[in-house]
């Protein structure tokens, strides 16, 4: 039977880090915030077909 559930990714920003959580396959990961790491966390998330991402952010950090 296929996993009909929706894969959504939650990226909880600060300042300092990305903390990254794929559902429902429940891998997590955390990245530091810097331009390298970022473009780190896009290849990471581009082993599954997302369907979502939610992000939080602390303050300004989202941007």
Not at 17 to 29: I, K, M, N, Q, S
Not at 37 to 48: N, P, V
Request: charged fraction near 25%; charge should be negative; glycine fraction near 4%.
């Amino acid at each position: 039977m296929d996993n009909l559930l929706p894969q959504t990714v939650r990226i909880d920003i600060s300042k300092a880090t990305l903390d990254v959580y794929a559902h429902p396959v429940g891998c997590e990961r955390q990245f530091p915030n810097t331009a390298k790491d970022q473009r780190e966390l896009i290849d990471w998330l581009a082993q599954w077909q997302i369907d979502r991402i939610a992000s939080e952010a602390t303050g300004a950090y989202h941007r």
